[in-house]
């Protein structure tokens, strides 16, 4: 390279470190700014602004795992427990899916809703049903995160009204039944004539 292919390319290498120097020092100014940034706020080198700190999200956990009710006990109204570290309150529910003994006998889909924060879940279990049936159910935070839980039904059995049977009764006490209603009946007739004759 010649002396005067060096003179002629030397400005403007000086020219493009001044310009490297001056954006480093805009940048080390924007650095610097870290200290006006507001509360809850932090200095984004990427953005080189000051940007809103966000917290870590958590995911709401569902808690419910078991349910206890009677048998024929009519629609019950069972709450959806869950917990969120950022005590952010459920917005919606969703029944994900559910067993057939947990309908009405097809009367009562197993539904849920939310209010202020509380979950419920609407069930009515089959007639003269016993046993153990299932539900899975889904918990839904503001920011739309959500937890899905199985939840294990125990419907406890209740005792019936006993029914007669007329068929599967004793002769001899049916007999006996009878023939002391028809006594009675008897004397109860005697005592009608009796009063009558006095008369």
């Not at 959806?80 to 947990?102: F, G, K, Q, V, W």
Request: proline share 4%; aromatic share 8%; glycine share 6%.
């Amino acid at each position: 390279m010649t002396i005067d292919r060096i003179k002629f390319i030397y400005p403007f290498l000086v020219a493009m470190h001044l310009v490297w120097l001056s954006s480093a020092c805009v940048f080390q100014e924007q650095v610097g700014e870290t200290a006006i940034c507001n509360d809850g706020e932090a200095f984004s080198a990427i953005h080189r602004r000051c940007e809103a700190i966000t917290s870590d999200p958590h995911f709401p956990v569902a808690t419910l795992s078991s349910v206890v009710v009677e048998e024929d006990a009519g629609v019950q109204l069972i709450e959806l427990t869950y917990s969120d570290r950022n005590n952010d309150p459920a917005l919606a529910c969703e029944i994900i899916d559910y067993d057939d003994e947990i309908d009405g006998d097809l009367s009562h889909p197993l539904t849920c809703s939310c209010a202020n924060g509380a979950c419920y879940a609407s069930m009515l279990t089959d007639k003269n049903f016993h046993g153990l049936s299932e539900f899975h159910y889904r918990i839904r935070d503001k920011d739309g995160r959500s937890d899905i839980k199985m939840v294990g039904v125990e419907v406890t059995p209740k005792a019936d009204a006993p029914i007669a049977d007329m068929n599967s009764m004793d002769e001899e006490f049916l007999y006996t039944v009878i023939n002391e209603t028809q006594s009675n009946r008897g004397d109860h007739r005697d005592q009608v004539y009796s009063a009558l004759g006095a008369n």
